[in-house]
């Protein structure tokens, strides 16, 4: 089982190898490497799930990696390369090897003739790689590790086309904004080694139930806290998912939708011994979850460009999984992650599907595209379904579950809000279907369907959109003797359940969205425009995404850079100043007493014969007897 | 009778004439003539404290015959160089003489 | 094993080279290469063998050779390395055998250049295998003065204000470590308080136990003499200007080694002989790092010129080595003495990327470029891998240097430690903004006659990165050494308390 892993992790590397040294300039190559080893992954993750549904217990090994004894009372650093396989990793890795072959595959069309197409395929194989390797990691060191080069891949992937710059700034920001959550993810896992000397999984979950109350604890908690909230692209850090977008459609699929935004929740759930020891974090976490859910929720309704709307979408999702998370229940929080892995990658790959055959990104220049793109618009439409949670679409079932988990722990005011963004997440997306599918063609706007190497992702990703969600369903329960909960659970297993009155009202806050999408943008009763006017500083506010963005501009420009420029200051003219002011008083000394040295030889002559004089007189005082005394 | 002090007071009186050459004079052949009577004025020293003092070997002769060499080695080399410098500018004016002056 | 006259080899094959360059006439280009090539080769093949043929299990100082020089005084030319010197014998091995390989089109006057950097190269093995106190400030000042010549003949920019300026820093530094090195001479032959007999022994002079007041004394004078090598706030200003004006190569060298000869020298000296003065004065050290690795990175994020940002980013690191020093823990030691290895690798990497941009650019104005990846996809993946190693990316050894130095840091001041550790973030925020404003955005046509890197020059490239990632894939080919080497100084500061609130 481990060796599997190992493998599963490593294919994708053997490509990245191959294709950077050896195939780069055959590209059909390059892309048949890339694709043969995300297969292997994924027959090699299949093959894992299969094995822990048999065995739960799964398997750990590792070895050791770095050793520093520990001397005195200083602790040392023991850092151990593990691989742990078990329900959790398992379901990840088939996760994430399966929307990696998709987009993939995908990817032979989308980015067919792309001078760099070698170079996306040896990227994305890296990011499966470093994506896989997060995933089966068994300690907090290694998970950071590859949490950072998951990073590098996304500062890869979405600065690919570097010759924009909005692509390239986008690059940046992503890294960057990242990096400072990561700077508190870094110091909460020094501080968890500090306290327990152990960065492994396994071992900590015994270590910290038993440690004593005290500040450290929290602090730690919080502070690995904050490297999902930049992850997971949660408020404050959420800034950087949006701009995200400028990489390639299929990128943002796998990595800004699917697999690597969700390794925050993945952390999470990795160490919910650890957040779960501290309610304070779980409160936190789920109220900015809660928070994440319904600002970006709310800044989709006004969005225009249609990778945008899925972004906004994707933050507000993955709020409600931290939400999920934060209230205790980790089946549902992971439950919602896979679901929403595979329609959110569908619908990102649907949108990439419209952005190739038109060219356009603006939902409001399309029209009239579902007559045109027929596998395009249906598997939208699917994916649309299943993101708002209609019956018994797969998002039906995770939603619910995370409703109900808020509930019953007694988080009413999470519930509501809940409700809240599930209404707002039925109108925006379906607001989107009826401006850019429904409706009239737009002129000029040139539109075809995409071909087999496109669609059967698309098709693929449908029908798991259709169908995943039903692993957590009751029925599945009594066919099969598990669900979802009770194979990937913290604490006690759950049981699957649907409660008819919470399923019964978010269906209809569901349709309610639907409903009012269709009167707005399907029929046009009401004029959007209007609204729009009638809302005027709410709308200029959501349209500027809460002037966050300009926020952090000006303190990077105004606060950063400006300190920058001071330091810069106080090094050329302060320190400079200080040890060149040295120098040219030295320098200046010298000009003053050099006056001395008049040339004048008798004068020289004169002061010598004065000096031995007095010498010798100071010298002879005894034989002088007493004469200068 | 000729006693050590005698010596030495005309050695000292040496010394201090031709010190008073060497620093007040402005010809530089002069201040020459300045140097060499100190020099002598050692000599006479050396000389004397050799025959008066009580020594096995004739140490002081010995140092009196070398500043004897050595000064006329760098008479020789001092006068050429006078020489040199009248030819040049006509007199021997040694206050003139500040070209290496910073 | 340790039969084999190893070290005396290695320290004698840049000065052979030397010897060798000065009989052969300067028009003979390729005959110089060639043995600057074969010198440098052979430094780096004995260096390899070294590390390789180095007991872990035993530790301590091995391939011991000792010569006899000035015996009335106790003066000896000892060599031997132990797991703190020889991975540095290493770092400078490597970093003049690239080094050679970046001058390789070097036309003018390339006989004396490689002359000087011989010489300078041998000064430097000379202070990693010294095992005699005065040997050890000899070969600093030797590998120090030539770089006055490099700098000012083959330099650019303000090259000999810069070249005064470097000279002039440095030998106030040694003047002020001089002081302390003779205090310790006198210190040792006191019969009451030392040994008794006139000695510049390392190992002898460790078995003093200097009173407190002396240590703090002496500690202090080590601190600021050897602290401006490092470069210590705020004796640092001679690097920008130093790694700016220098020719390619010799920027390689003076980031990635003259400044550990500072590094090296308070471990091994200071921290080694004066644990009680080291103690006192280590809380002042931490700060001062914290300022190196924060205040720098701000500097670095608004300067104009590659070389200004590349040099200022390796003073901020060098605070990650002096915090990993003040904090005087196992952990922390063996970060700061890879952290010198990594950065020594990575600086010349990023110095080796830039010069080879400035050769054929002639302008290191970052505004100048822009789109570069277009023409140079090899030189952006370079300065990409020299980027993400310098702002500490899992899987690069500077990571793992990093990490270390932080986890013991942390548990000594958790304060100052998590300030300098935000200089991280620092980095990767002034790191890719030069990255995106040279290499990324549209195609420009002014570059379009720049060729990629290729044949030599892919040398240095290919064999620094490879062994950042290399030992970053895989840290204990070296930090097991490290460790053996730094044990034994942590072991004799263990029994004194120190840190603080902070």
């Known amino acids: ?629 | 009778m000729l006693g050590l002090n005698h010596y030495l007071v005309l050695a000292a009186l040496l010394f201090c004439i031709g010190f008073i050459g060497a620093v007040a004079k402005r010809n530089a052949i002069a201040v020459l003539m300045g140097v060499e009577l100190m020099l002598n004025g050692v000599n006479l020293n050396l000389v004397a404290f050799d025959r008066f003092g009580n020594h096995a070997e004739p140490l002081g002769q010995a140092f009196a015959v070398f500043i004897v060499a050595v000064a006329a080695a760098e008479v020789a080399v001092a006068l050429a160089m006078i020489l040199t410098l009248y030819r040049k500018r006509g007199n021997t004016n040694v206050d003139d003489l500040e070209g290496l002056k910073w | 094993m340790s039969g084999l006259p190893l070290l005396p080899a290695i320290l004698l094959s840049p000065f052979a080279g030397a010897l060798l360059l000065a009989l052969i006439p300067e028009g003979r280009k390729s005959a110089i290469r060639a043995i600057a090539l074969v010198s440098s080769s052979f430094a780096l093949a004995l260096s390899l063998a070294t590390m390789i043929l180095y007991d872990r299990s035993l530790a301590g100082m091995q391939f011991v050779a000792r010569i006899p020089w000035v015996g009335n005084f106790g003066i000896n030319l000892d060599l031997g390395v132990d797991g703190l010197s020889l991975p540095l014998v290493l770092l400078t091995a490597i970093i003049l055998f690239a080094g050679v390989f970046v001058t390789w089109r070097l036309e003018t006057r390339s006989k004396e250049f490689f002359i000087y950097t011989l010489l300078l190269v041998g000064g430097v093995f000379g202070v990693f295998m010294s095992m005699d106190l005065l040997v050890l400030f000899m070969f600093i000042e030797i590998a120090v003065i030539p770089k006055y010549v490099l700098i000012s003949v083959w330099g650019s920019t303000r090259k000999e204000y810069a070249a005064m300026k470097y000279t002039m820093y440095l030998l106030a530094g040694s003047a002020i470590s001089l002081v302390a090195i003779i205090a310790i001479f006198a210190y040792a032959h006191d019969p009451a308080r030392g040994l008794g007999v006139w000695t510049f022994d390392l190992a002898s002079l460790s078995t003093i136990h200097f009173d407190a007041g002396f240590q703090k004394f002496a500690f202090f004078l080590m601190l600021a003499g050897f602290g401006v090598l490092i470069p210590l706030f705020p004796l640092h200003r001679w690097t920008p200007d130093g790694h700016s004006a220098a020719p390619t190569a010799i920027s390689m060298l003076l980031a990635g080694v003259i400044m550990k000869l500072g590094g090296y020298a308070l471990i091994r000296v200071g921290v080694g002989l004066f644990p009680e003065g080291a103690a006192f004065w280590a809380p002042l050290i931490a700060v001062l790092a914290a300022v190196n690795a924060v205040y720098i990175a701000f500097v670095a994020m608004v300067q104009k010129d590659l070389k200004f940002v590349v040099a200022n980013s390796s003073i901020s690191h060098m605070g990650f080595v002096l915090i990993g020093i003040a904090s005087l823990n196992a952990a922390s030691m063996d970060g700061a003495v890879a952290q010198m290895f990594a950065h020594g690798i990575m600086a010349a990497l990023f110095f080796a990327v830039v010069g080879l941009i400035y050769d054929k650019a002639h302008t290191r104005a970052i505004a100048d470029f822009g789109g570069l990846a277009h023409q140079m996809p090899r030189v952006a993946a370079a300065f990409l891998i020299a980027g993400l190693a310098s702002l500490g990316l899992p899987g690069m050894f500077n990571f793992v240097a990093e990490f270390a130095v932080f986890s013991g840091a942390m548990q000594v001041y958790p304060v100052i430690s998590v300030i300098a550790i935000s200089s991280v973030v620092l980095t990767a925020i002034y790191v890719l903004l030069v990255f995106q404003r040279v290499f990324f955005g549209p195609r420009n046509p002014r570059w379009d006659h720049l060729s990629d890197a290729r044949g030599v020059e892919m040398v240095p490239i290919v064999l620094l990165a490879a062994v950042l990632i290399g030992l970053g894939l895989y840290p204990r080919l070296i930090m097991d050494t490290i460790t053996g080497g730094v044990l034994p100084i942590v072991q004799r500061i263990a029994s004194l308390h120190i840190g603080g609130t902070f």
């Not at chain 1, 770095?66 to 990793?89: N, Q, T, W, Y």
């Not at chain 1, 790689?129 to 998951?150: I, K, P």
């Open chain 1, 1 to 629: 089982m481990v060796n599997a892993a190992i493998a599963l992790v490593l294919a994708p590397l053997a490509a990245f190898i191959l294709i950077a040294f050896m195939t780069r300039r055959t590209e059909a190559l390059s892309a048949m490497v890339g694709i043969v080893a995300a297969a292997a992954s994924l027959v090699l993750s299949i093959g894992l799930l299969v094995g822990v549904l048999a065995d739960p217990a799964g398997a750990h090994e590792s070895i050791k990696w770095l050793s520093i004894p520990a001397i005195g009372h200083f602790r040392g650093l023991e850092i151990s390369m593990g691989v742990l396989v078990d329900p959790l990793s398992a379901t990840m890795c088939v996760i994430v090897s399966l929307v990696a072959f998709l987009v993939m595959i995908y990817s032979l069309g989308y980015m067919k003739g792309d001078p760099g197409f070698s170079r996306y395929y040896a990227y994305l194989s890296l990011f499966a790689f470093s994506m896989l390797g997060l995933v089966v990691a068994d300690n907090y060191f290694q998970t950071f590790s590859f949490w950072e080069l998951v990073g590098l891949c996304s500062y890869l992937l979405i600065g690919f086309w570097f010759e924009k710059k909005s692509a390239a700034d986008a690059s940046r920001k992503a890294f960057i904004t990242n990096r400072w959550a990561d700077f508190g993810f870094m110091v909460g896992v020094l501080l968890l080694f500090q306290l327990f000397g152990s960065f492994d999984f396994t071992e900590l979950s015994t270590v910290i139930p038993l440690a004593k109350g005290g500040a450290m604890l929290p602090l730690i908690a919080a502070l690995i806290f904050i490297g999902p909230l930049g992850k997971s692209a949660q408020f404050p850090f959420h800034v950087w998912l949006p701009d995200a977008m400028e990489g390639p459609t299929p990128v943002s699929a796998l990595i800004h939708a699917a697999t690597m935004v969700a390794a925050g929740v993945y952390l999470i759930a990795r160490g919910f011994i650890l957040f779960a020891s501290v309610p304070a974090v779980m409160e936190g976490m789920a109220y900015i979850g809660g928070f994440t859910a319904l600002f970006a929720a709310s800044i989709a309704l006004v969005q225009k460009d249609i990778k945008r709307i899925l972004a906004y979408s994707t933050l507000s999702q993955l709020g409600y999984m931290f939400m999920a998370l934060g209230v205790g229940s980790m089946s549902a929080g992971m439950f919602h992650l896979t679901t929403h892995a595979f329609f959110k990658a569908l619908l990102f790959l649907g949108a990439g599907s419209v952005i190739h055959a038109t060219g356009e990104q603006d939902i409001f220049k399309m029209g009239g595209l579902g007559k045109k793109m027929r596998i395009t618009a249906w598997a939208f439409t699917i994916g649309a379904l299943a993101l708002s949670g209609i019956f018994p679409l797969a998002g039906f079932w995770s939603k619910d579950e995370i409703l109900l988990a808020s509930l019953r722990s007694g988080h009413v005011g999470l519930y509501v809000l809940g409700l809240g963004v599930a209404f707002m997440t039925a109108f925006y997306m379906f607001r989107l279907i009826f401006t850019a599918f429904g409706g009239a063609s737009t002129e000029g706007l040139r539109a075809h369907e995409s071909g087999p190497a496109m669609a059967i992702p698309l098709l693929v990703l449908a029908a798991l959109s259709v169908v995943a969600g039903l692993i957590g369903s009751p029925w599945f329960e009594r066919a099969f003797g598990f669900s979802f909960g009770s194979f990937i659970f913290f604490g006690e297993g759950e049981k699957s359940r649907l409660d008819l009155t919470t399923a019964a009202i978010s269906s209809l806050v569901a349709v309610g969205g639907i409903g009012l999408a269709w009167i707005m943008y399907g029929k046009k009763l009401i004029k959007a425009e209007r609204v729009a006017a009638a809302f005027g500083p709410a709308y200029r506010l959501l349209d500027h995404k809460f002037y966050i963005d300009e926020i952090y501009g000006w303190i990077f420009a105004r606060v950063m850079l400006a300190g920058g420029r001071a330091f810069d200051w106080i090094d050329h003219k302060v320190i400079d100043g200080l040890f060149d002011g040295l120098g040219a008083a030295t320098r200046a000394t010298g000009r003053k007493l050099r006056l001395t040295q008049s040339g004048r030889l008798q004068g020289y002559a004169l002061v010598i014969f004065g000096a031995v004089a007095i010498a010798a007189l100071a010298l002879s005082t005894d034989l002088l007897g007493g004469l200068l005394k």
